[in-house]
């Protein structure tokens, strides 16, 4: 059994009652920190970066000496499932992902491949062995994937995109590939967490980053039941369903099989765990901008928060990433106003 020094996160997602909150941030590794560019400089590109576990590993880490957070994430990127299923992308300086090659056919879905994150995704997990060989048990360490319908949007819109109307068009003109893709993103994906579990994570989070382009029809469609498969499929640790924009969805998200549900700044709190109910820990949801104010700003609102929350079955963040150009020290007075309660 591994002996963790901080294990508020994990037992925060469990409802069990802890000294203080814990706190970490959505997209605390790379973006913001010097010391990420540093090492992003020396490893060529993201995609480098990302591929080589030793250097993935010293940036996961980063964040918890630099910043003092409760937990890290696994450095990585959600777009490695398409890419260990065949699709490959390219990560485009100031544009972001890109797949040359998209799904168009049904013919395109049966040549993906199920991945297995052993051979496929293998740089991951080594990335997941030496970030827990180095942490030493100080902090639990996240593990991730997206949600099967935010990488649709992808694999099927081939960028990124404010609508998302050509990945949203097959949903409504091409049910059953959609579905078809959907299905076999999501046994990927099962057995992804499920090694990265083995690997050494301690949670594991879905990011439905997209969720909020669909209607409430659409989500429960195309979205929910995915997630609710891969929420059944884990239950080695605790999970948390990070839905973007799905406020319509909460209810039902109250029901999923997982341990946290992550709130983004558009949702109320008190009204969020009405909808919810009591047998979840919320997650979140300071509004990423809030970092760009002043110290006592940012305090205010961070205190604000907290309170609201009421200090149970609560896991500080913000509801989004972190933007990157928020400097370091005003994402420190976060991460300290929240460790003073
Ligand atoms: O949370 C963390 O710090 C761990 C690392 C992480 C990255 N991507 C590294 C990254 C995580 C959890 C992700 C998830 C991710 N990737 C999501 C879901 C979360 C969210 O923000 O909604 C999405 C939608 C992506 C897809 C993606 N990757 C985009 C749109 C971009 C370009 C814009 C951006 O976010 O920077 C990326 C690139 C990416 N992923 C970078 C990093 C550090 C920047 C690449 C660089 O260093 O040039």
């Known amino acids: 059994m591994e002996i963790l020094q901080n294990d508020l996160l994990l037992r925060a ?11 970490w941030m ?24 990302a591929t080589n576990p030793e250097l993935a590993a010293e940036v996961t ?3 918890v000496d630099i910043l003092g957070v409760d937990a890290a994430i696994i450095f990585s990127d959600i777009l490695v499932v398409p890419e260990a299923m065949g699709l490959p992308y390219i990560m485009e300086e100031k544009v972001g992902p890109i797949f040359p090659n998209v ?41 991730f994937a997206g949600a099967p319908f935010t990488l649709l949007c992808y694999m099927i819109e081939g960028r990124g995109s404010k609508t998302f109307s050509k990945a949203k068009k097959a949903l409504y003109t091409e049910p059953e590939l959609s579905h078809a893709l959907l299905q ?28 909020g382009i669909l209607s409430p029809e659409q989500y429960r469609i195309y979205s929910l039941p995915y ?20 406020f319509f969805a909460r209810e039902e998200m109250g029901k ?17 765990r009405q909808l919810i109910g009591d047998t979840k820990t919320l997650q979140g949801n300071l509004d990423p901008c809030v970092l760009y104010g002043s110290f006592d700003e940012i305090k205010k609102q961070t205190r604000s928060m907290l309170q609201q929350f ?13 933007y990157p150009d928020t400097n370091p020290d005003n994402v420190k007075c976060f991460i300290d106003t929240v460790k003073e309660g």
Not at 124 to 129: M, N, P
Request: glycine content about 8%; aromatic content about 6%; some cysteine.
């Open 227 to 246: 997630i609710s498969q891969i929420c059944d499929a884990i239950t080695e640790v605790p999970v948390t369903v990070f839905a973007k924009g799905a």
């Open 310 to 322: 009421g200090g149970h079955r609560h896991i500080a963040n913000l509801g989004h990433g972190v």
């Open 103 to 143: 799904i168009k056919s049904m013919a395109d879905v049966d040549k993906l491949i199920v991945a297995n994150p052993e051979e496929e995704l293998k740089y991951v997990l080594d990335a997941i062995k030496i970030v827990k060989k180095e942490l030493n048990g100080r902090v639990p360490l996240i593990g």
């Open 61 to 63: 880490i980063q964040p």
């Open 26 to 49: 959505m997209r605390q590794a790379g973006r913001i920190l010097a010391e990420y560019r540093a090492v992003r400089e020396k490893a060529g590109s993201f995609i480098q970066l």
């Open 13 to 23: 997602a469990r409802g069990e009652r802890v000294e203080r909150t814990p706190v």
């Open 256 to 272: 999923l099989n997982c341990e946290v549900i992550g709130l983004d700044w558009n949702m109320d709190i008190a009204e969020s």
């Open 184 to 211: 076999k993103i999501t046994d990927t994906t099962i057995a992804y967490l499920k090694a990265q579990i083995a690997a050494g994570a301690n949670l594991v989070q879905i990011f439905d980053s997209w969720a």
